[in-house]
T-cell receptor, first 114, second 113 residues
Framework: DAGITQSPRYKITETGRQVTLMCHQT?????MFWYRQDLGHGLRLIYY???????DKGEVPDGYVVSRSKTENFPLTLESATRSQTSVYFC?????????????FGSGTRLTVV | SQQGEEDPQALSIQEGENATMNCSYKTSINNLQWYRQNSGRGLVHLILIRSNEREKHSGRLRVTLDTSKKSSSLLITASRAADTASYFCATDDRVGGGFKTIFGAGTRLFVKA
């Protein structure tokens, strides 16, 4: 099915552990984004990618690492998870910022760091 | 920093009434978008309005943009219980030479049947 899928849907991890959130899109969109959503903060951009092998920081990149070796995949890694990284993480894709049909979002990953 | 800020934070109306949500932003924009998020789900794109447009319609949705006041409004006419969701505005922001979309904190709409 065409679309954007995130995995896992739910994840509980311990402080200090490395965890990777996966994002896969079938639109062949150039741009991909990672946002985190916390109560009272709306969505905050963590990292984005304009194309394979091109990534850039967003508002809140500290503690996160991304890579994009293939256009369709954009994994987000928390190198050493902290409780403050407990959040809902959304991946999104777009042909380009400002495209008429906007961003396509995944269903999110709810991450809890204990 | 957040570019778009929605107002009100929460809105409760009866089914059949109109719902109006507002968004203010701080810097010049190329376009402004509105998204809907149902509880526990991802965001869904509703409509995009470009900086040279003043009004746009899509079904029961009407969006206006006033670049002189740096504000936009989303009107949902004849609301339904299924419209219950959070609504976000998003604006493009240029940061460090990049081009990204920044979301506001959202308006929570509750439509009572």
């Amino acid at each position: 099915d065409a679309g954007i899928t995130q995995s896992p849907r739910y994840k509980i991890t311990e402080t200090g552990r490395q965890v990777t959130l996966m994002c896969h899109q079938t639109w062949s969109h150039s741009y991909m984004f990672w946002y985190r959503q916390d109560l009272g903060h709306g969505l905050r951009l963590i990292y984005y990618s304009a194309a394979a092998d091109i990534t850039d920081k967003g508002e809140v990149p500290d503690g996160y690492v991304v890579s994009r070796s293939k256009t369709e995949n954009f994994p987000l890694t928390l190198e050493s998870a902290t409780r403050s990284q407990t959040s809902v993480y959304f991946c999104a894709s777009s042909e380009y910022p400002g495209a008429a049909d906007g961003y396509t979002f995944g269903s999110g990953t709810r991450l809890t760091v204990v | 920093s957040q570019q778009g800020e929605e107002d009100p934070q929460a809105l409760s109306i009866q089914e059949g009434e109109n719902a109006t949500m507002n968004c203010s932003y701080k810097t010049s924009i190329n376009n402004l978008q509105w998204y809907r998020q149902n509880s526990g789900r991802g965001l869904v794109h509703l409509i995009l309005i470009r900086s040279n447009e003043r009004e746009k319609h899509s079904g029961r949705l009407r969006v206006t943009l006033d670049t002189s006041k740096k504000s936009s409004s989303l009107l949902i006419t004849a609301s339904r219980a299924a419209d219950t969701a959070s609504y976000f505005c998003a604006t493009d922001d240029r940061v460090g030479g990049g081009f990204k979309t920044i979301f506001g904190a959202g308006t929570r709409l509750f439509v009572k049947a």
